[in-house]
């Protein structure tokens, strides 16, 4: 194992494995949405949907694992920097929460719930918080296992402790970007203090792998044992559905209770996640240079497309409000698919324009 890893950095430049990781965790993000506000409240498709929908969880750790270890790659790693980028984050999270307000009030929401849309909680707040506190760490001298350190802690006091409910609903709000808070019509996606874990992880693992002698070798040992431990954990999962298994179908606040995972969760979704990597690595040497040269554009745009695509899904779900289609499994499949493809082709676009706007 020793000649498996280099006491210097040999293994710079972009990562594609973690970019075909970004891209399926940002297209899953997507399919994700657009069940929960374009199918409306109940979704029930049987065994499939169910299964599906848990499978997908994975697929925002899976951004904030490759975030973790964007973190570590980026030339831009002052705690300036740092700060900077996510303010930035946190600002455009603020243009989501600004278009659901919209979205909200504009369907007849009363205005004090709906103004709880400005204080809500998305991975963009997450990811800001995230890159605020590791600037922080790292003027402060934290190594990357001391980060994980603190994730893991983090982690297990959440774990135990009861949701927090505050008597003032938008403090409550604003406090379910730290921790998980509960009340009426509070809703608190990826409270920082249970998921700050899987970005540290991916910082020490991307630290590693910038030490790579042999990243077919490192793939194929992550390979051999996440994918035995992967199915163990799943079907242990589905049998005593404790933990993120423990509700699956029913209503989208329902469904909204994955996102306060415990630690026992995150351990699966690590697994997860290295399996997922060691999978795109392979894949990545197989296709086509036109295919992995589509994957590094996407990847770059994926803050664009997250966006975008929260711009169609709330304007789709406020406009069916009027015309009240009668929704079919294949109109639902090609309003995802025109979702997904207006969402890249529109984030392209906005990168030439910007690029265009530079060079002159």
Same mark, same amino acid.
């Given at each position: ?20 990781? =970004? ?56 705690? =300036? ?135 077919? =070798? ?135 324009? =910007? ?6």
């Amino acid at each position: 194992m020793s000649k498996l890893f280099s006491n210097i950095d040999v293994n710079d430049g972009r990562q594609i494995e973690w970019d075909y990781a =970004k891209v399926f965790a940002i297209f899953a993000m997507i399919f994700v949405h657009f069940l929960a506000f374009c199918t409306f409240s109940q979704i029930d498709y049987g065994y499939v949907e169910e299964y599906l929908f848990i499978l997908t969880q994975s697929s925002a750790p899976i951004f904030m694992f490759a975030m973790g270890i964007g973190m570590v790659y980026t030339r831009h790693d002052s705690t =300036k920097e740092f700060i900077v980028r996510g303010i930035k984050l946190l600002l455009l999270g603020l243009v989501i929460n600004t278009m659901y307000f919209l979205s909200n009030y504009a369907a007849g929401v009363p205005l004090e719930y709906s103004l709880l849309s400005f204080l809500a909680n998305d991975i963009l707040q997450f990811a800001g918080i995230t890159v605020i506190v590791v600037g922080i760490f790292k003027k402060l001298g934290l190594s990357y296992t001391q980060m994980l350190l603190v994730g893991i802690s983090l982690s297990l006091i959440v774990s135990y402790h009861p949701d927090v409910t505050l008597h003032n609903m938008y403090l409550n709000q604003l406090l379910g970007n730290f921790i998980e808070t509960t009340g009426q019509n509070i809703v608190s996606c990826f409270p920082f203090l249970n998921w700050f874990i899987i970005p540290a992880a991916g910082m020490l693992f991307g630290n590693d792998l910038k030490r790579c002698n042999d990243k077919d =070798k490192l793939y194929k040992l992550i390979l051999r044992y996440t994918s035995i431990t992967t199915i163990i954990l799943l079907i242990l999962g589905f049998i005593t559905r404790e933990g993120m298994f423990a509700i699956t179908g029913g209503t989208v606040p329902e469904k909204l209770s994955y996102l306060h995972l415990s630690t026992q969760d995150i351990i699966l979704l690590i697994v997860i996640i290295l399996l997922a990597g060691s999978l795109f690595y392979f894949l990545s040497k197989r296709a086509s240079p036109k295919i992995n040269n589509f994957i590094t554009r996407t990847s770059k745009n994926v803050t664009s497309i997250y966006l975008i695509q929260w711009a169609l899904i709330l304007s789709l779900t406020y406009i069916n409000q009027f015309i009240d289609v009668e929704s079919n499994m294949i109109l639902r499949i090609l309003t995802f698919l025109a979702v997904i493809i207006f969402s890249v082709v529109m984030a392209e676009g906005y990168q030439k324009i =910007k690029s265009h706007i530079r060079r002159h």
